[in-house]
């Protein structure tokens, strides 16, 4: 199976002279104004919008046709996200826009110049053109690297303005060979103790999970309080532009912190054959998160969610495939003995099954019955879940073991 992954690679515009930021603050004045006119059209609908606004648009906007659709494709998209997201009082404001830039409108090449190789050429409207130095840091460098030798594709440059200065973001894509059918299913789930919980089972022998591993998270808990303590302590003096500045780093460092934990969560999944990643869906559950009475769970609810996309793209780009299960299929798996399907309840950290008398670190026996939901569609387990041994007058008696029953 082929599927298609994305990078993002940022680099800086390194010093540009004042005529190309001044077109450039011009071209995103006028685009912002662009995709404001498209979203009046309230649609979203592609189609519709080019039929109704495009010709108005070339008209009324002096930009490169190009971007005149790219506005329109992202007039759909804001409205789309809007609406996904959308709660009862909500109203759609548009703050901030980056421009898009596709192949139709920019041209990228590496050069002799002394400054940075990197040049960056925008068609912006009709008559004006502007070629920009990029910047990158190390790791972003590498990435550009392996797209001039071909194993990246350019897609399109969003062209984002923050602080004052200009970056640009470069899209990147590769299609990737993913594994017909995988050889283990590696589930991982948000724990009641855990930012993180993974375990492994294997085809060769799906009744025996292998040995699991725990993410704590600690570090984003001491970042969390951290910076909320300082941002209290800055409340007190209204110093608001303080408090913005701080929620970056705070967001950047946690950020740090889940793609640490999502390496290691590949390296524990690429010790397996042919893995495949399995998570719960979480979508559309936030506010439930947030009624939660337990506090860690709605701790690490936000993270988790985070954490699973860098876990979906840091997957895909190892060549994993990553499964999500929607919220029918993994009910009660904090409550569910994996080994029997015995439903209790459950307090403290151990799971303990009045039925089988299992006992088993809680997270992990949540993880494993979403494994179980997957691998059980796919015929993994050869039987079903099993079913208590009764001992009578000392033989031992199996519930389930059909016509043989004595
Ligand atoms: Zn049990």
Known sequence: MQKDAQVTVVGKVFRPNRLKVLALNRVLGEYFRLVKWYLGFNSKSKSFLHENGYEGAKRLFNLNTALIQTARDKAVEILKSFEENRNENSILRLKRISIRFDKRCYGFSKTTNVLTPYWLTLSLNRRERISLPIIFGEKQKQRIEEAFRGEWKFTTVEMVKRNGEWYAHFVLSKTIELPD???????????????????????????????????????????????????????????????????????????????????????????????????????????????????????????????????????????????????????????????????????????????????????????????????????WRSREPREPAYVSGGVKLQANAGSSRL
Not at 186 to 211: W, Y
Not at 215 to 237: A, D, F, P
Not at 314 to 337: D, F, H, P
């Open 181 to 379: 059918e995988a050889e283990t299913i590696i589930a991982i789930d948000r724990g009641e103790h855990t930012l993180a919980t993974a375990v492994a089972i294997l085809k060769s022998n799906p009744e025996k999970p292998m040995k699991g591993q725990f993410w704590r998270g600690g570090e984003i808990k001491r970042i969390r309080g951290l910076y909320s303590h300082i941002r209290r302590k800055l409340q007190e003096k209204y110093r608001v532009g303080k408090i913005k500045e701080l929620k970056g780093r705070e967001r950047r460092k946690v950020k740090q912190q889940l793609h640490m934990i999502a390496n290691k969560i590949i390296a524990y999944a690429k010790q397996f054959p042919k893995p495949l990643i399995v998570m719960e869906n979480l979508n559309g559950i936030r506010r439930k998160f947030k009624k939660s009475k337990n506090l860690n769970r709605r701790f690490h609810s936000l993270p988790f969610r985070k954490l699973q996309a860098i876990v979906e793209y840091k997957a895909l780009l190892n060549g994993i495939e990553v499964k999500y299960l929607t919220k029918k299929y993994v009910k009660n798996t904090s409550k569910t003995c994996h080994r029997c399907g015995h439903v209790a309840q459950v307090k403290g950290r151990e799971f303990r099954c009045p039925r089988c008398g299992l006992t088993y670190n809680r997270d992990l026996n949540a993880c494993i019955n979403i494994a179980h939901a997957l691998t059980r569609g796919m015929g």
